[in-house]
């Protein structure tokens, strides 16, 4: 059927089923937002570097605020931790793809258009103005009579149904496809941490959904399942919500964890210290994180013995993220550690992870939260976790797989420059927040008075954003130069531990030639050390010629999924059909377009030759 | 545009003391405040000592077993240690522990002390009402309804019932204590003891400080508002004199009068005919606005130029106001600012 399509050009682009080929299109897409998602930082940065400025309206910042964080979630960190689940998976697990190759596509052109839907609302000049977690009763039809709700109500609807697509198909891949002898606690860590989310992702994602489509049926059809003058409830909203938004941290923080885990080993060259305990925190955590989102509703009110439950759960999860960060010293304890730019991101992981955990600990005291909560020190707080913590880690993956990727090296100079530039900037922009929150300066106000002396941490703060830009800048540069003059990667450049750096650089289309077999924990490692036959003092050396994937004569005779363009297709139906809340009077005809573009796509994709 | 900008201008002090800020929220000056300082400082204290046991060594670590060379030996392959994960998962067991007590103790607290209001305990009632994007007090025992500025007597309980009219907002005094929810469709309990009077108290009283803290829309970040304590004497002198009619007393105020007619809808003025309207009025009341130090919701300071401005185009003031750009002629402005202004200042 579809075997006459183009192995390169943009139609091989658009039409490809390859998981590594999707890995790529998910991390452009999601730099992509990146940009859009640092210049509202920015924006906003400027208006607040002073009291009383005038620079962006109100109308303009709260808009900002909203799809800042929309962005760097949905937008940003998650097609990001995609790229690395659609790239890594198969290879560290020994599988030739992902479960469901066209799925795989799906799920990326249901994203990309999704985020453009939702970024849509700019040129339609009606920018949401809620705040990420969209609090009803603000986005109800009275409050916010134009469309800017239902633009970000509907995006994160499509690029919601995009990750649940795509958490079956890994959560399948990762059940099913992992090659001989990797029985579950011999799979890498990052595999474990990929695992765990998954099921967060697939558990959690369906509550939101649900929430949207209440609150969607609330503005198009009146409803009222949030609307208190009906005895709708606006509290329900906030449970709904943060029963799917706070395992959604955990979604954004436990890929990057897994990242650390596997990038400090490496560097330090000594296997993780306590695998089993890795593995059984971030189990941990996954299921504690199901127990803990009425911390983020303190001060709604939850009676006494829920905030007494919902506090001590959220200060429990301190157990596992705290032996797991005890965990990585052990790792680097006697090691040789070397400080690659991969490492050190991975290693300001731990620490800014830490500080981050640190003041999560203070909040989860509901007295202390009563003062914290929404003010500067948890902006501080959660920026900690999700941009030292998540975004530092996944930067040190880029670092570390990005010669897997592209079969390219980045620059370790510029990789350092930006590592400096980030650090600082990073730090000088939210170490100052906690001084502001403790000052009680609220979130999400996009003015401030001069007679509340908060300008000094407030100059600093934004001095400290446009140094991380110039960090952004640098890592725009190192790429460009990696592709232009990069240094041609070889097959395992920094003396990895897992199964793909067994493969070239970067790996053929059809993976592993000759099926892996695995034994043990960092397979890889040990058929390149063995054990000095001699002494039996259990001393590694390293072998002559490690066992590399051979070369396929004629890659043809290897069956690989056909590529295909019905992924595509179906993607923009649904996109169709949730662009038809915009169209009052001719909805109806919008949506029967969409459903149609939706099954023949649905036939067509059925009848095709996988 | 009337202002460049939507608080009054005040120079800029770069300056690092951090408990001038009129909003620092680590002092707690009522019982409710200082308990929560005790749960605040205990955590805090552990907190920082855990920050030393990973920071040392991490540091430590970093320093001593960087790598020497290339072609070095492989390190020793340790793959784990039961005891030291058994020590590091016990510590910070009882760490926890050690703050989940006396949290839970504060909890228990203020849930057994609103209870108690709920059985018939002795409190000064205050309903507190959220609107878009100011903020409404109600003196339920006294009939007394006032607007942006919470007047208190000094050491006496206070039950605090906290709802909102429209939207999601949150009722924060950072030096009383800790925020709550205004949420519409639910009321929130609050009780805690008024502060007493400080040594250098002005005549009025002393100030402190409030704002909304949960994103309510385009003007959230102008819902500030005053919490003001007096003696228990000045207090009686406030309750007593709010409901009497406003004393007009120049040609201008009398010819403000009239123009307030139009302000009535939304507006009310004890005493006078816009009290006997039986509608729900979306306006702060403005008894005795004479008396307020802002307006605005704790924008700006309460001169005669700043309402005169925020009359003449409420929407530059604040964004999305409801209080629409009225058709008024100067003179008109001039005047019913000044009965505003004058006329619902009471002799306290």
Redesign the interface.
């Given at each position: 059927m579809a075997t006459y399509l183009p192995k390169t050009g943009v139609i091989s682009w658009l039409t490809t089923v390859d998981h590594k080929r999707i890995g790529i299109l998910y991390a452009a897409s999601a730099f992509f937002f990146l940009a859009f998602g640092g210049i509202e930082a920015l924006l906003m940065r400027t208006q607040l570097l002073?009291?009383?400025?005038?620079f962006l309206?109100?109308?303009v910042y709260?808009g900002l605020?909203t799809m800042h964080g929309t962005t760097m979630i949905f937008l940003f960190l998650m097609p990001l931790i995609a790229a690395f689940f659609n790239f890594l998976i198969p290879l560290m697990i020994g599988a030739a793809d992902v479960a469901y190759p066209r799925m795989n596509a799906l799920s990326f052109w249901v994203f990309l258009f999704g985020g453009l839907l939702l970024n849509y609302s700019f040129i339609a000049g009606q920018v949401p103005?809620?705040?990420w977690f969209a609090?009803a009763?603000?986005t109800s039809k009275v409050?916010t009579p134009d469309h800017s709700v239902d633009f970000w109500i509907l995006g994160i609807q499509v690029v919601g149904l995009a990750s649940l697509i795509s958490s079956i198909n890994f959560f399948v891949t990762i059940v099913n496809m992992r090659c001989k002898g990797m029985s579950l606690l011999k799979m890498p860590i990052f595999i474990w941490a990929s695992l765990v989310t998954q099921i967060l992702l697939f558990l959690s994602l369906p509550v939101i959904t649900v929430a949207l489509i209440m609150i969607a049926t609330d503005r198009t059809f009146g409803t009222g399942f949030f609307d208190?003058?009906v005895g709708?409830?606006?509290?329900m909203w906030q449970h709904l919500f943060w029963i799917f938004g706070h395992p959604e941290v955990y979604i954004l923080i436990l890929p990057a964890m897994g990242m650390v885990s596997e990038i400090i080993p490496v560097f330090?060259?000594?296997?993780?210290?306590?695998?089993?305990?890795m593995v059984y925190s971030v189990s941990a955590i996954g299921f504690l994180g199901f127990a803990v989102w009425a911390h983020h509703m303190f001060?709604?009110?939850l009676?006494?013995w829920a905030?007494?439950f919902f506090?001590?759960a959220t200060?429990?999860i301190?157990?596992p993220t705290?032996?797991k960060?005890?965990?990585w010293?052990?790792t680097?304890?006697?090691?040789?550690?070397?400080?690659t730019t991969a490492n050190l991101f991975a290693?300001s992981f731990?620490?800014m992870f830490?500080?981050g955990g640190?003041?999560g600990?203070?909040h989860?005291?509901?007295?202390?939260?009563?003062?914290?909560?929404?003010?500067y020190f948890v902006v501080a707080h959660f920026h900690y976790v999700l941009y030292g913590g998540a975004v530092m880690g996944i930067f040190g993956g880029v670092y570390y797989w990005f010669p897997k990727f592209f079969g390219r090296m980045l620059s370790e100079c510029l990789g350092k420059w930006q590592f400096w530039l980030y650090m600082i900037g990073f730090n000088m922009t939210f170490f100052p927040m906690h001084?502001l929150?403790?000052?009680?300066?609220?979130?999400?106000?996009?003015?401030?008075?001069?007679?509340?002396?908060?300008?000094?941490w407030n100059?600093v703060s934004s001095l400290g954003a446009y140094i991380t830009a110039m960090g952004g800048l640098v890592f725009l540069v190192n790429v460009i130069y990696a592709f232009w003059k990069g240094k041609r990667a070889p097959a395992d450049p920094w003396d990895g531990r897992t199964l793909e750096w067994s493969l070239t650089s970067p790996p053929p289309e059809y993976n592993f030639a000759v099926a892996p077999e695995v034994s043990q924990v960092d397979d890889w490692w040990y058929k390149k050390?063995k054990p000095v036959s001699s002494s039996g003092s259990?001393?590694?050396?390293k072998v002559e010629d490690p066992p590399y994937q051979p070369d396929v004569e004629d890659p043809s005779s290897i069956h690989l999924p056909n590529q295909s363009f019905w992924p595509i297709v179906l993607a923009m139906g649904i996109t169709v059909i949730a662009s038809a809340f915009f169209f009052p009077v001719s909805g109806l005809y919008v949506a029967g377009t969409g459903i149609l573009i939706t099954l023949i796509a649905s036939y067509g994709w059925s009848y095709e030759t996988p | 545009m009337v202002f460049a900008s939507y608080f009054d201008d005040a120079p800029l002090k770069f300056s690092p003391g951090m408990e001038q800020s009129p909003m620092y929220t680590l002092v707690g000056i009522t019982d409710w405040g200082r308990d929560i300082m005790h749960v605040y400082g205990l955590t805090t204290l552990i907190v920082t000592f855990v920050f030393f046991a990973v920071l040392i060594p991490t540091v430590y670590v970093l320093f001593k077993f960087r790598a020497r060379g290339e072609d070095q030996p492989l390190p020793e392959q340790v793959k784990g240690n039961h005891v030291l994960e058994i020590v590091w998962t016990v510590i910070p067991v009882i760490l926890l522990i050690m703050i989940a007590v006396p949290t839970w103790q504060s909890i228990f607290k203020q849930d057994r002390a609103v209870k108690a209001i709920e059985r018939g305990g002795q409190a000064l009632k205050i309903e507190v009402i959220g609107y878009q994007w100011w903020w409404e007090f109600k003196y339920v025992d006294y009939d007394v309804v006032t607007a942006n500025e919470l007047v208190l007597p000094e050491n006496t309980p206070i039950a605090f019932s906290i709802t909102s009219y429209d939207v999601i907002h949150s009722f924060y005094i950072p030096r009383f204590g800790g925020k709550i929810d205004a949420i519409p469709g639910k009321i929130n309990k609050l009780v805690y003891y008024s502060p007493p009077l400080s040594d250098n108290a002005s005549a009025m009283g002393d100030y402190y400080q409030g704002q909304c803290m949960e994103l309510c829309g385009l003007s959230h970040a102008l819902m500030r508002f005053e919490a003001v304590v007096k003696s228990k004497e000045a207090f009686q002198k406030f309750i007593a004199s709010h409901n009497t009619p406003p004393q007009v007393k120049t040609e201008k105020e009398k010819r403000g009068e009239v123009v307030f007619n139009q302000c009535m809808s939304c507006h009310t003025i004890a005493g006078t005919p816009s009290a006997d309207l039986e509608i729900v009025k979306i306006g702060p009341d403005l008894s005795n606005f004479g008396n307020r130090r802002t307006l605005g919701a704790g924008t700006r300071k309460n001169t005669m130029e700043n309402l005169r401005n925020w009359i003449r185009n409420p929407l530059a003031f604040k964004p999305g106001s409801l209080m629409p750009k009225f058709d008024l002629t100067d003179e008109q402005i001039e005047d019913v600012s000044a009965y505003i202004q004058y006329s619902t200042a009471k002799d306290l």
């Open positions: 002073l009291p009383n400025m005038t309206s109100a109308e709260n605020v103005q809620v705040g609090y009763n603000l409050f208190p003058g709708g409830s606006v509290v330090s060259r000594k296997p993780l210290f306590g695998y089993p305990v001060t709604t009110g009676g006494a905030t007494a506090s001590f200060m429990l301190a157990v705290g032996v960060i005890f965990n010293i052990g680097m304890w006697g090691g040789q550690i070397r400080f290693i731990v620490c830490t500080i640190l003041s600990i203070m989860a005291s509901p007295p202390i939260d009563y003062h914290q909560h929404d003010t001084f929150g403790l000052q009680g300066m609220p979130r999400r106000n996009f003015t401030y008075a001069p007679d509340q002396g908060w300008e000094l100059v050390y259990g001393q590694l050396e | -």
